[in-house]
């Protein structure tokens, strides 16, 4: 049993230096404020691409987390018959287990068809269909954990089903909520498949909804086979999972912190 | 009707509508795909696609190389993880100290939360001449690295979170007086766990795999990184293949290409039917197994 603890925590130990002892040294002020140089593959930064994962994982996490509250929170006893929820949360774990490239080609097709292409918005889009269900699930676990004297409290005041959600059940889940945000918004920044042709390559920094953009997770996907490409690639891969790190370190400080203000 | 009321109502209908999303965005997809596959459907029935061989786009579109490749990937990254995973979650819950625990419990999560992209770039960095110069050798192949077996491997560590931090849960939510009782009889700590433990947790242990399975199956970044990407049926275990998702990402470029895009995307059908019968499967499981191991 020791033996596969090891083996668990030695493949984290073994990708976090691998990462680290490779893209370290690579990062530099120039690659964290520069675009990538026309001229000469090996100067310049990645600045582009760590703008254009924020514009796209940023405003995705929002939607998501407003399309997620929403449903989670209809998915309660007091709005929905069970079977209809039920109905619902074997969907939303379908939609979780769907491979986020499907998602990638689905939103791909639907702006073609609206004669959009690649650009930020299908990315963003793409990005908020991956993350739905991640966030709903984690919101919906944590909206059966509120107690239902609570609920029956604020009812017994009169205020309606719909107050009662927003005031009190959103307030006392919200430790839960912000974790299911955060684990979403990692998803989201770290996922290459659905992203992939859905927002295109370029170097320039996107001006516009409809441009086209660089990512992390792309970045590191065309570069890093090609010899030229790879500082930038291995240095995409440290900053990608410092974010990620940040990012889980802290939900943990953000949720004990919140947790004080819940009623037990 | 006042302005709470009309407050409440609108809200409701809103809730309604995002809830209702999710369910046309269901079909939305599905029909989409279906769509999309029409004019591969055309070109060759769906057996014929499912069953030939070789894949040679634009002429032939036989999946079954990519097929027996998907299902090697997978098959072999899940005998890597089930064991390894199932053993951790049960030291994490059971055996270890307090303190332990809550040191490996954080690294469980970072470790789930590591991008695709990354375990990709690790393997491809790490295990790829690992498995060149070290362990094909050792089984007296001659292998590049960038093989079913590496793909396997880098499966197995991305599933490992998954499946312990839910069978973790699961043996967690067992009863503390059913393990008493167990133990007064005078059960062995470890037969315990076997016979108790296991047990009351199954379904959360069945259901566990199922989304671990769900993960490795339909990994398309970390697998095309580190897979070789030959379309042909395996010869060994250290011979590239191509699975299903690993196809995906090339449609990009090939979308002006009718017919093969349309291939794609029946793969990408496939894929999404296939997530949904084991999903369909895994709720009438648990259903079953909660049936027979209640406690």
């Known amino acids: 049993m020791i033996i596969s603890v090891c083996i668990v925590l030695g493949s984290l130990i073994i990708i976090f230096g691998i990462v680290t002892f490779n893209g370290a040294s690579y990062i530099s002020i120039e690659m964290v404020t520069q675009t990538p140089n026309p001229n000469d593959a090996l100067r310049g930064g990645i600045l582009n691409s760590i703008i254009g994962s924020m514009l796209l994982a940023l405003p995705a996490t929002g939607l998501a987390f407003l399309i997620g509250l929403g449903i989670a929170l209809y998915l309660q006893k007091d709005f929905t018959p069970s079977w209809f929820s039920g109905f619902i949360r074997f969907t939303l774990d379908v939609l979780w287990g769907i491979p986020s490239i499907v998602y990638g080609i689905f939103c791909f097709t639907i702006m073609l068809y609206f004669g959009l292409g690649g650009s930020i918005l299908a990315g963003i889009f793409a990005l908020t269909l991956l993350e739905i269900p991640i966030i709903t699930r984690y919101i919906d676990e944590a909206i059966k954990m509120v107690p239902k004297g609570l609920k029956e409290g604020a009812y017994s005041l009169g205020s309606t089903k719909f107050e009662t959600s927003m005031k009190v059940i959103r307030k006392q889940a919200f430790p839960g909520i912000l974790s299911g945000i955060l684990l979403g918004l990692g998803r989201g920044i770290g996922d290459t498949a659905s992203i992939l042709f859905t927002t295109k390559a370029t170097n320039r920094i996107p001006t516009s909804l409809l441009d086209s953009t660089d990512t992390l997770p792309t970045t590191i996907y065309h570069s890093y086979q090609l010899p030229t490409g790879q500082p930038k690639a291995y240095a995409a891969a440290f900053i990608l999972l410092v974010i990620v790190l940040c990012i889980s370190i802290l939900s943990r400080i953000l949720s004990k912190k919140f947790t004080k203000h819940v009623i037990k | ?295």
């Open chain 2, 1 to 295: 009707m006042n302005k709470r009321k009309l407050r409440d109502i609108i809200g409701t209908k809103l809730m309604l509508i995002v809830t209702l999303f999710v369910f046309i965005l269901f079909f939305l997809i599905f029909f989409l795909l279906i769509f999309g596959s029409i004019s591969v459907l055309e070109h060759a029935s769906i057996g014929e696609l499912l069953f030939s061989s070789p894949w040679n786009p634009p002429k032939n579109f036989g999946l079954a190389p990519i097929i027996i490749a998907t299902i090697l990937v997978t098959g072999i990254a899940l005998l890597i993880a089930i064991p390894i995973s199932l053993m951790s979650a049960i030291y994490i819950a059971e055996y270890a100290p307090r303190r332990v625990r809550q040191i490996i419990r954080p690294f469980i999560d970072v470790l789930a939360g590591v991008p695709s992209i990354v375990y990709g770039l690790c393997a491809y960095l790490f295990l790829v001449p690992l498995v060149d110069n070290y362990i094909a050798p050792w089984f007296g192949v001659r292998s590049t690295g960038l093989c079913i077996f590496t793909a396997a491997v880098t499966l197995a560590v991305m599933v490992f979170p998954i499946i312990i931090s839910l069978c973790v849960e699961s043996f967690s939510a067992v009863p503390l007086a059913l393990k008493e009782a167990s133990l007064s009889v005078g059960a062995t700590k470890w037969e315990t766990v076997k016979k108790i433990v296991f047990r009351a947790s199954a379904p959360g242990i069945l259901s566990a795999i199922l989304l671990g399975f769900g993960r490795a199956f339909g990994e398309t970044i970390a697998v095309s990184m580190v897979v070789g990407g030959v379309p042909s049926i395996p010869e060994s275990l250290f011979s590239p293949g191509k699975t299903l998702a690993s196809l995906l990402p090339r449609y990009g470029e090939l979308i002006t290409i009718p017919l093969e895009g349309s291939a794609l995307i029946l793969v990408a059908l496939v894929l999404f039917i296939v997530v949904f019968l084991f999903n369909l499967l895994g709720i009438l499981l648990l259903r079953k197994a909660k049936k027979r191991w209640s406690y």
